[in-house]
C-alpha cells in the first residue's frame, strides 16, 4: 500500500493550505500519498464531537472547480448530519493534461476505460487515510456525480471497507462489471432523459448490486437530463440531496 504522510493532526493526512476555490466552510486542504502521486482532498468536518463516519466525494468529468456550489450542497448536507465529508480529486497531473488535449467525447471514453482501476486505487488510498484519522468512527461511504459515480462503484466494488455508495447518474465501468462479486448497500439517482450516461446504465449497476446480494435501488427522475441537481431553482435538486444525505445517515450509523 502506498505510504501515507503522517505530518499533519489527522494522523493520515498531510495539511496543505485552504482553497479559496471552495465555498468558505471547506475548513482545510489536505494530501495523501497514492499510486501515480498525491491525491488532494479538500475536508469538510462535522461539528459533532466525537468519532464520525465519513463520505469521500468523487466529481464529474470537469471536476470540483467548475460548480462548487453544486458539490457544496451535498457537503452541507452531510456535515449538518455529522457526516465528514471529503471532495476527492483523483485526476493526476496527467489525467489533466490528457484531457486538455482532446476534443472528442469518444476519445475521452477511451482514455476513461484505461484509467479506471488507477482511480480506484487512488480513491482507496484517500479511503485508508481517513479510515487513519483519530476521529474516524470506521465507516465511510463514497458518492460519485458522472464519471465518478463509475469511479466510486469500481473502489467500491473492490475495497470491501466502503461501508455505502450512492451514485447520481453513473454506472459500473464496463470492464470492471464481470469481475464483481461484492458491494455494499447503494443508490442512484438518475434522470430518465439523460443522454450522457443512458438511465439503463444506473439501472444495470443496481441490478448488478442486487445479484451480488447488495441492498440497491434506483430513484428515477422523470423528464431529467444529466446533472439534473445542479441546477439551483430546480425542486428535484433538493430531492437529490435529501435522499443522498438520508441514504448515508441511515447507512454510515449503523452498528
Not at 490528457?98 to 467525447?105: D, I, K, V
Request: hydrophobic share 45%.
Amino acid at each position: 500500500m502506498p505510504a501515507i504522510s503522517r505530518r499533519s493532526l489527522l494522523g493520515g493526512l498531510a495539511l496543505l493550505a485552504a482553497t479559496p476555490s471552495l465555498a468558505a466552510a471547506t475548513s482545510e486542504t489536505l494530501s495523501v500519498d497514492a499510486d501515480e502521486g498525491r491525491v488532494t482532498l479538500n475536508r469538510f468536518a462535522a461539528a459533532r464531537p466525537g468519532k464520525r463516519p465519513a463520505v469521500l466525494v468523487l466529481h464529474g468529468s470537469r471536476g470540483f472547480d467548475l460548480r462548487p456550489r453544486a458539490y457544496q450542497r451535498y457537503a452541507d448536507a452531510l456535515t449538518a448530519d455529522g457526516i465528514d465529508t471529503y471532495f476527492v480529486r483523483y485526476y493526476t497531473p496527467a489525467d489533466e493534461q490528457a484531457f486538455a488535449a482532446m476534443q472528442t467525447s469518444a476519445r475521452r471514453e477511451v482514455y476513461e476505460a484505461g484509467r479506471f482501476d488507477v482511480w480506484a486505487a487512488r480513491v482507496s488510498s484517500a479511503l485508508s487515510a481517513v479510515l487513519a484519522g483519530a476521529d474516524s468512527s470506521g465507516r465511510v461511504g463514497l458518492l460519485g456525480f458522472s464519471l465518478g459515480g463509475y469511479v466510486a462503484a469500481a473502489a467500491a466494488a473492490r475495497d470491501a471497507r466502503v461501508s455505502a455508495l450512492a451514485v447520481l447518474y453513473g454506472g459500473m465501468p464496463d470492464k470492471i462489471a464481470p469481475q464483481v462479486k461484492h458491494l455494499p448497500p447503494l443508490i442512484e439517482l438518475h434522470g430518465d432523459a439523460d443522454r450522457n450516461v443512458p438511465l439503463a446504465s444506473g439501472e444495470d449497476l443496481v441490478k448488478l448490486g442486487k445479484s451480488v446480494g447488495a441492498a440497491a435501488e434506483i430513484v428515477r427522475y422523470k423528464g431529467k437530463a444529466h446533472g439534473f441537481d445542479f441546477a439551483d431553482n430546480d425542486p428535484m435538486t433538493a430531492d437529490a440531496v435529501s435522499r443522498v444525505a438520508g441514504f448515508f445517515q441511515a447507512r454510515l450509523s449503523e452498528a
